[in-house]
């Protein structure tokens, strides 16, 4: 479970303090006709990798270098993980592991860390959770001296949904160079970032394949690219940021498809260690009352920009945009490359649904739906069927590298809105829609 996939893809020729976070928008009440469903795989186990696993397991002094970096940073990862935390929520040892870490991403060493946290996947979940949330809080928050001062720069991202008519189009989209200064400004206007902090937008429209594509260590590089550019007098090249950007995959949508396509904002935030605004409250209670307003000034943002940002996707707004917008939570990069690719597959799941339950002619309340988890060439794939008696309505599967157990759970909300008899929980679902253990879903 909890897979984390080693992002794949060629670039193009050359030319610890968390943001706050809050739980995604709710789900828009229409569902899409059809977004692509050929998602690309982003992890391959070489045979390196394989090696590594054996060796992990084998008695053997010949270890190169690069297994030993392996091993021992999973060794350290299970037994920070086994650890109990302390008043603090910090385990002996983690102080250790999160400068290691470090070191990895400042070395651009992605193969050490994808391969420990391949070990871990299959040997220890623990130590797994506890080394992706490692890697990708180092690779999001970057802690850097400029003169006698230190400075905490943050990479973020807003993922939105997008309803159009035909599609977006790449060479459209944040053309209009003042709307996207004016949006880069309204999110400080807003509330959304300090005022003392300076907050820059990358100028392009990030494709999910491209936010997939991006590891550990080019996320922190672009973190550096970002510092530099944001605190040197001198005009700075941001050659991380610029390899980012490796463009869209073609489309196929016609021009009358309805289509609802996910896209990414990438920004940067750089501010001072001590800006009360990031500070979050010691007390619980005060605590959920200071996420529950900066979500609240994300509503309001996201209603007030609509305008904005269908300007900056097809040059018009309004009603002759034809283009909906449906915003999630602003978050650091990989919390919110997760709500924004869970909320995308979702919404992806139910389409597949209502399509299978039209083409049959049954309705939701006419089935049954069942959940499993499964493994397609070593990734979790997360399944469903929809059964009316003994006959299999419809049938989808999606990959999944989040939490397991909360994606089930999310999952069942989702399936259970359109309205189905009732949900049920099996171990797996074999070649014919036939379920293996089935039983009652669990209340969660």
Sequence with gaps: MNQP?????????????????????????????????????????????????????????????????????????????????????????????????????RQRDDDTLYEALEQLHYDDQRGHALLREVAEEGADIIVLRRGEKELEINAFLIPLLVRTRGGLRQAQALADGDAFDALRASLQDAGLESKRARVVLVHHLYHPEEIDALSYGEVEAMNRDAFASLTDKKIMSVPAIERSMRGWPDSAFGADDEVLELRFLLGFSLKDLDDAFYAIPADEAAADAYFEQRAQRFRQWSEQVTPLMQQCLVGQSGEAAQCQLHFLYQDLFHGAKRTGNSEYRTLQILSELEQGLAESGVDAAQVTAILAVGEDEGETLLQVVLRQDQRVVARVGQVIDEDLQESLFELADAVASLGVAALRLADGIDANGVAVRERDFPAA
């Design 5 to 105: 996939k080693r992002p794949q893809g060629k670039p193009q020729a050359p030319a610890s303090k968390k943001s706050p976070a809050a739980k995604p928008a709710a789900r828009p009440a229409d569902k899409p006709q059809g977004p692509t469903r050929d998602k690309p795989r982003t992890h391959v186990a070489t045979d390196a990798s394989r090696r590594r696993q054996f060796n992990a397991h084998a008695a053997s002094q010949d270890l190169d270098e690069d297994e030993q970096r392996v091993l021992q940073m999973v060794a350290l990862a299970s037994a920070v993980g086994a650890g109990t935390p302390d008043a603090s929520g910090r385990r002996t040892g983690q102080e250790e592991l999160e400068r290691m870490v470090r070191n990895t991403l």
